[in-house]
C-alpha cells in the first residue's frame, strides 16, 4: 500500500504531535470519496469539527493546487494551502495535503494535514489521514488523553464514508 510523502519539517517522529487515522471500506471508491474530501463546503455537512470553510480568489467549489483556504477545527482558526494534489487516476492513489497555520509567536500552530485515497481489489477503498504539527499547542494536544486529533480525524473519517454511502444509495 501506498504511504503519505512528507515534506522537511513535519516528518513523524521529528514534530511536536502526531496523528493517523485510516479506514478500508467495501462499496465505495476513490472518486465517490473524492469530492467530499476536496470541496471545503460540504465538510461542515458530515463532520462536526469543521466550520465557517473558504477557498480564497477561486471560483471553484473543489481545492486545487496551490489555493488558500480557511476553516475553524479543534477550536482553532486555521489558515491553509495546498500543497500537494493529485487527483484521482485509475490505477494509481489520490493525494491532497495541506499546510495549515494558527496562531502568532508562542501559540503558532504549524501543521501539514495530507490524505491519501485508494481503490483496492474486491470493490473497497483505502482512506488513509495523517497529520504532523509543531508548535505549543501540538505539544499540548499531544499530551491530551484521549487524543482530540485522533477522535476528530476519526470522525472525519466515519463521516466522509457515511455521506459517501448515502449518495451512492
Not at 474530501?37 to 471560483?59: E, F, K, M
Not at 492513489?93 to 496562531?103: D, K, L, N, Q, S
Not at 501539514?112 to 505549543?136: F, K, M, S
Request: net charge negative; aromatic share 10%.
Amino acid at each position: 500500500m501506498q504511504s503519505i510523502q512528507w515534506p522537511a519539517g513535519y516528518v513523524p517522529g521529528f514534530t511536536d504531535n502526531f496523528c493517523s487515522n485510516e479506514v478500508i471500506v467495501s462499496g465505495l471508491s476513490v472518486a465517490q470519496i473524492w469530492p467530499l474530501l476536496v470541496s471545503p463546503a460540504l465538510w461542515p455537512t458530515y463532520y462536526s469539527n469543521s466550520a465557517n470553510p473558504r477557498i480564497y480568489d477561486s471560483q471553484s467549489k473543489e481545492l486545487a493546487l496551490h489555493d488558500r483556504f480557511y476553516f475553524e477545527t479543534f477550536g482553532f482558526p486555521v489558515e491553509a494551502e495546498v500543497v500537494e494534489l493529485i487527483a484521482p487516476v485509475p490505477g494509481q492513489p489520490a493525494r491532497i495535503a495541506w499546510h495549515g497555520w494558527a496562531g502568532e509567536s508562542e501559540s503558532r500552530l504549524d501543521v501539514h494535514h495530507a490524505w491519501l485515497l485508494e481503490d483496492l481489489p474486491e470493490g473497497r477503498v483505502r482512506i488513509l489521514t495523517q497529520e504532523t504539527q509543531n508548535g505549543a499547542p501540538a505539544k499540548e494536544l499531544a499530551r491530551t488523553v484521549p487524543n482530540p486529533m485522533i477522535n476528530g480525524h476519526q470522525q472525519w473519517l466515519d463521516g466522509m464514508v457515511s455521506a459517501a454511502l448515502a449518495a451512492n444509495q
